[in-house]
C-alpha cells in the first residue's frame, strides 16, 4: 500500500473530510442502533405501546390525563357486543310468482247441432176409422171396414204388413176379411192402407185384441147312466164355491153353452163371442162342506133285481 504525503496541500484536506465522514457514519449506526438517551426509550417505548397498549394505571388521589381515559374507553369497546342494525332494503315485488304455472284454459267443445228434421209430409192416403176397432182373441173370422179419403182400386189393407184381400168400394171406403188365425192370441196389430209399392200409403191404425171372457167354473164329476144319453156334469161355481148338475145344452152363467160332457173334459160355446172353452175335470174345493164332495161314479151296468 502506498503511503500518504502529507506535504501535498491536496493530500491532506482529503484526508480530513475522510475522517469525518467516517465519524458521521458511526454516529447514524449508533443512533439506529440504541438512539440517543431519553428520546430513543419514548420512541421505543411509544412504538411498542402502538401495537400492544398497556393499560395505564393511576395512583390513588391522583387524576388520570385525559388521553388514558379515552385509551380505556377505547379498550373496552372492543369487547362490548355488536348490535347489527340491518339497513332497509325493500326487495322489489316479483313480476310474477315462479311456482306458479300457466295453464292455459280448456278449449271449448265444439257444440254439435243437430239438424233441425224436416217435417213429415202427410200421407196421400188418409185412414180416418175402421170396424170393428176391438176384438176378442180366439174369435172367429170377421169383416175387417176401413173408412177414409182418396182411396184408389191399387190400395190394399194390411194387417201388420201382411197384405189381405181387399174389396174397393169406393173413394172413401175399403174392406177386408181376416181370418181367425191372425187374432188368436190378445195384443195390438197395425192396420194400414197403401199400395205394393208403398207410392200411396196412409197413416196407421191400432186394432185391438183383448182376452175373451172364461167361465168361472169347476167341472167336479160326472153322472152317466148306463145309456149315456142323459149324462150329468157336476160343476162348482168359483165365486159363491155351490155346486150344480149340468146337462147337455144347459146355458150356465147366462152365456156358455153346455155341448159335450165327458169323463175327462166339459167343452163350453160362448153364446155371444162363438168361442169354445173346454174344462178338464178336478177334485174342486175340498173345503166346502157339500154333500158330493167327490164325483160319483159312472154306472158300466144296472144291478141286477132279485
Known amino acids: 500500500m502506498q503511503a500518504v504525503d502529507l506535504t501535498k496541500p491536496g493530500e491532506k484536506r482529503k484526508l480530513i473530510w475522510a475522517a469525518i465522514l ?46 388514558a381515559v379515552s385509551q380505556d374507553v377505547l379498550d373496552l369497546a372492543r369487547f362490548a357486543p355488536i348490535e347489527y342494525q340491518p339497513s332497509s332494503y325493500s ?25 233441425v228434421p224436416s217435417p213429415t209430409p202427410p200421407p196421400p192416403l188418409l185412414l180416418a176409422s175402421m170396424s170393428p176397432s176391438n176384438v176378442y182373441a180366439r174369435s172367429g173370422d170377421f169383416k175387417l171396414d176401413i173408412s177414409g179419403d182418396k182411396f184408389t182400386p191399387a190400395v190394399k189393407i194390411f194387417f201388420d204388413g201382411r197384405e189381405l184381400p181387399t174389396t174397393y168400394t169406393g173413394p172413401q171406403q175399403l174392406s177386408a176379411n181376416v181370418s ?21 200409403y196412409s197413416n196407421t191404425a191400432a186394432l185391438s185384441v183383448a182376452a175373451p171372457p172364461t167361465p168361472n167354473f169347476l167341472y167336479v ?10 149324462d150329468t156334469a ?35 160355446m160362448d153364446t155371444t163371442l162363438k168361442i ?31
Open 22 to 67: 467516517g465519524l458521521v457514519a458511526l454516529l447514524i449506526l449508533w443512533w439506529a442502533l440504541f438512539g440517543f438517551g431519553g428520546s430513543s426509550g419514548s420512541s421505543t417505548t411509544a412504538s411498542r405501546s402502538t401495537a400492544t397498549p398497556t393499560p395505564v394505571r393511576s395512583r390513588p388521589g391522583t387524576q388520570r390525563p385525559a388521553e
Open 91 to 115: 326487495a322489489p315485488e316479483a313480476r310474477r310468482n315462479i311456482f306458479a304455472y300457466y295453464v292455459p284454459p280448456p278449449q271449448p267443445s265444439p257444440v254439435v247441432q243437430e239438424p
Open 180 to 200: 181367425a188365425s191372425m187374432i188368436a192370441a190378445p195384443g195390438s196389430h197395425s192396420i194400414m192402407v197403401r199400395t205394393p209399392d208403398n207410392s200411396l
Open 221 to 230: 164329476g160326472i153322472i152317466s147312466p148306463h145309456s149315456r144319453v142323459y
Open 234 to 268: 157336476i160343476v162348482q161355481d168359483r165365486s159363491n164355491k155351490n155346486i150344480m148338475n149340468i146337462h147337455r145344452g144347459d146355458v150356465i152363467g147366462g152365456r156358455f153353452r153346455v155341448t159335450s160332457i165327458s169323463d175327462k173334459e166339459l167343452v163350453m
Open 276 to 306: 169354445k172353452h173346454t174344462l178338464a175335470m178336478s177334485e174342486g174345493d175340498k173345503n166346502v162342506n157339500n154333500p158330493l164332495m167327490r164325483p160319483t161314479p159312472r154306472v158300466e151296468v144296472e144291478d141286477d133285481e132279485p
